[in-house]
């Protein structure tokens, strides 16, 4: 019901900068947070930046400093900020979005974006 398309994902050299996006559409009701989550080969997923509709965040604590989540609630779409990049951020990033109908909570993920960071 609602998809989720990410971009901005690619090669970036240590202590650069990338910025994704995830819009999120099919959507009946209003998406309650979005969030971006990670995963690196032989890691488990790890939550790297959430943020409500009000626009309330929270960070992982390995970005803190260096990122930074955005939104636009108009367009249901989600931003990433990130800055002074390091080769252990390299991951498959994955947009997850949620929305709470009738109390009821359905959780929407993306199909993820590869980011290298180079040494």
């Known amino acids: 019901q609602v998809q989720l398309v990410e971009s901005g994902g690619g090669l970036v050299q240590a202590g650069g900068s990338l910025r994704l996006s995830c819009a999120a559409s099919?959507?009946?009701?209003?998406?309650?947070?979005m969030a971006w989550y990670r995963q690196a080969p032989g890691k488990q997923r790890e939550l790297v930046a959430a943020i409500t509709s009000g626009g309330s965040t929270n960070y992982g604590d390995s970005v803190k400093g260096r990122f930074t989540i955005s939104r636009d609630n108009a367009k249901n779409t989600v931003y990433l900020q990130m800055n002074s990049l390091k080769p252990e951020d390299t991951a498959v990033y994955y947009c997850?979005?949620?929305?709470?109908?009738?109390?009821?909570?359905?959780?929407?993920w993306g199909q993820g974006t590869q980011v290298t960071v180079s040494s």
């Open positions: 997850n979005a949620v929305r709470i109908v009738v109390g009821v909570e359905y959780d929407y």
């Open positions: 099919g959507s009946r009701f209003s998406i309650n947070a």
